[in-house]
């Protein structure tokens, strides 16, 4: 006898609808809570401020920002990193939960969906502001052209390209396959012309046959079963931009699955995030519920765990491998001039996780919220800490150096926070927040057995 | 009597329907479509329905794709335009691997989706169906079968009789 049992993760009397009218209310029918003003409101002024900070990137360059040699990535590529971390948690939550049959991914599936693609929208960003010529972004594309030049296919950083890419298609695709049901459900419910038109354009008339559901099941079967290796294959080509190179502190075989797993620890983080503030701000508490914020709690902890194992091994590899310079990195980021990053994120990923062994905590929505920001952060320290700590003392003395981020580079990273609030507090008001067809499959899954019973 | 598209019934739970669907189809019945709000375990089994043909364009799809962007790498490396970087070979197999599965992945999930889309003949903004205002609960809670008029076993009185035989709540005429 499981625990949880005692807690469901359904209100015990919620009819298919009951969940028709609250969830399509919240959308068609009923206006903003002020918590969604005040939250659109601050994210828009700092949405503003990243269009600022990057009109101004474009029109005077890279200059602006702190990255110098030998630090030559800095800010970009860590935030980028991050973003993409964030993202790997909502395909996996829709993806690898779908394909094992958890009940409890219905409810949160969706917006963990659309956080996913918001964050890579911006993850894809960053290169792009980093380029120094973004109008000839179009180059890593492999298109005939009279200058006869391809895209270096040796290098991570055209791999990265198409990773990415391949990353946001995807996500793109599944998030739009994921919503079309409830699209035709907001049709069918829209009380104004234009919303009818709105929806049933996306909708592209969805009507529900047995038979389209039928290959509508088998293709979302298809999307999840790719959408485990996609996840597994993005950041660990991130990673190799890194760990090709034969930099210190870079050239680590453990990186792809160490990033892999810090990718999902963030994400798990973010959705629980998102899940405390969105449950209280449209009273979903019944249906995001606390058992919810107990499994991703558990999810959190499992690949923090993981995480704290990459970093002994890392330590572990630097010592072993017996080369002087190898060893300097860790003596350097333990006491060099980013030691309080490498501290900071031990403190937040190795120390405050544990908190999460303990089952109250996991419940606790605010414990949860703190305890999510604080793992984000975590994260952004150890991204910066790889980024900022293996170049900026490497092999010869004389090419050392440091970077510090500047006044820009905080403005577009605080401001790129704000361009997902925004994104994400319109998404929940333009689409169904928690996903109809999979609530409805697990009503029907619950009254079934309790008919059996 | 004005032309029409076929009979809608609605029905109160998905077991009925299943059940309805199964008995109509070993009646002779071809043209039915039942809708519903949720994917039904046992409705396309029901129909006779049986595809495997999103996953077999998926994979079709990923090898296409794979196979095309390696070729691309072996031909503008090799071919087009060989250049020697760092001293590694012109056909840098290991490295081209990397590109080829990852637009691999990709090609399967557009195939899977261009199938199902195409399989369902979607975008179809307009359905007979759509007409009939209660077939709205089809995207909430209703269970319906659609009956096509063009299907052979289909007589307007009988057919109706035997769906309110077969336990259906509501009957009403679709218009074509």
Redesign the interface.
Known sequence: MSRHDESPLLPPDL???QL??RICDLVLHRSSPRAWWGGLLVCGLLATLFVYAVAYLFALGVGVFGINIPVAWGFPITNTIWWIGIAHAGTLISAVLLITRQPWRASINRFAEAMAMFAVVLAGVYPLLHLGRPWLFYYLL?YPNTM???????SPL??DF??I??YL??TA??LY?SLL?DL??L???AATRLGQVFY??LA????????????????N???SA?AA??VV??TG?IS?DLAVSIVPGYHFTIFPPYFVAGALFSGFSTVALLAVILRRMFRLQDLVTRTHLDYLGRMMLLFALVVDYAYTQEIFTAWYSGEDYYRYVYIDRWTGPYAPAWWGMIFCNVVLVQLLWFRRVRRSPLAMLCLAITSNIGMWLERFQIVFTSTHADYMPSAWGEAWPTMWDWAVFIGSLGVFGVLLLLFVRLMPLISL??M??FI?MRDRRSDDG | MAKRYGLLARFDTADALVAAVKAMHQAGYRALEPCTPYPVAGLPEALGFTSRWVPVMALAAAIMGAVGIYFLQWYSSVVSYPFVVGGKPLHSWPAFLIPAFVIGLLSAVVGSVVAMLFGNRLPRPYHPAFHVAEFDRVTSDGFFLIVAASDPCFDDSRTAARLRELAAANIVEVPA
């Open positions: 009819t298919h609808d028709t009218t492999p006869e030049l391809w895209p270096q296919w040796r055209v791999w198409f990773a890419f391949t298609s995807f695709t599944f396959v049901p035709a459900t049709r069918d419910r049933g354009t592209i008339g969805w009507r529900g046959s047995a038979v389209h559901w039928a290959r509508y099941e088998r293709a079967r298809v999307l790719v290796p996609i294959t993005v080509i190799l067809h999979d409805r499959a029907a």
